[in-house]
Each structure stands twice: as structure tokens, then as C-alpha cells.
């Protein structure tokens, strides 16, 4: 079963193949990032504070007995942090076998992308924000910036 799950992880985008995003808010930007990518989404989690760990893990979590680093993804891309009485949510990813939460403001909706409406990176976002995206959806009102997990996690 994990030999499938990994190859469903990695398999990149074809023309005309639609791909389930879940959708979450940072900064009230909305990413998207592949469901298949997507291992839990957890509502607020106890935070354990990691001494001496950079700004951008907010700590580690108990998750069914295992210790998961939390990483903050707002200080991870440079936005402004939330305000103190502010909640959160974590999208729980895999990365070479080690689970992260990601600790956002809040989850959206599940939705379908079809491949050819990805388009490249616009040239405008500051360079932490491109760093990290693996293009850009058009929807209704808004931007929907796809999220590469691995670039995110890679620092």
C-alpha cells in the first residue's frame, strides 16, 4: 500500500488531468496542495515549544503517539505573525518517510484542477512566496497558489 501512496505522491501533472487540491488560508492567501499529499487535517493541536529551533517551527505535536514537528507556515513564507487569540489548523504532509504539520489560519474546501489551467509563477510575489509554489489556479475571485510541499519543508 505505501509503494501506491508514494507513487501517487510524486506523479506529476499531465495535460488534461485533474487533480484533487485541499485548500487552506495563510495571511488570508488561499494554497492549494494535492490531497494525495495530504495526510490529516487536525483541528488546533497543544503546541510543545522546541527550544533553540528556528522561527519557523512552532513546535511539536502528539499525533496517535508520535512526536510531529510543526512547522509555522506564515514565518516559514515571511507574513506577518497571527494575532495572539487567533486560531489555527494543521494539514498533516509526509516528507522521506517523517510526518509535518502545517500549521495554518484556517482549511477550506476540497476542489478539482485541471492541469491546464495551472499557469507558471508570477514574477510578483516576493521570493519566499515563489520559492514555494508550484503555480498559480485562476479561480472566481481569487489567486489559488499551489503549494510545493517539498520546497516549503526544504530549508
Not at 499529499?37 to 513546535?59: F, Y
Request: overall charge negative.
Amino acid at each position: 500500500m505505501n509503494a501506491i501512496k508514494q507513487e501517487l505522491t510524486v506523479r506529476p501533472l499531465v495535460s488534461g488531468r485533474t487533480e484533487q487540491m485541499v485548500t487552506f488560508f495563510v495571511a488570508d492567501q488561499i494554497f492549494g496542495l494535492s490531497a494525495y499529499k495530504v495526510r490529516d487535517v487536525l483541528r488546533a493541536q497543544p503546541l510543545t515549544r522546541v527550544p533553540l529551533a528556528a522561527a519557523e517551527i512552532a513546535g511539536a505535536i502528539n499525533l496517535r503517539g508520535h512526536i510531529v514537528t510543526a512547522i509555522d507556515v506564515r514565518a516559514r513564507l515571511g507574513a506577518p505573525a497571527a494575532p495572539a487569540d487567533a486560531s489555527h489548523m494543521c494539514v498533516v504532509v509526509e516528507r522521506s518517510g517523517e510526518q509535518f504539520c502545517l500549521v495554518v489560519d484556517a482549511v477550506g474546501d476540497v476542489i478539482t484542477v485541471d492541469s491546464v489551467d495551472i499557469e507558471p509563477t508570477p514574477s510578483f510575489l516576493p521570493t519566499a512566496w515563489a520559492q514555494v509554489s508550484g503555480g498559480i489556479y485562476r479561480m472566481q475571485e481569487r489567486l489559488l497558489l499551489l503549494l510545493d510541499v517539498e520546497q516549503l519543508l526544504s530549508y
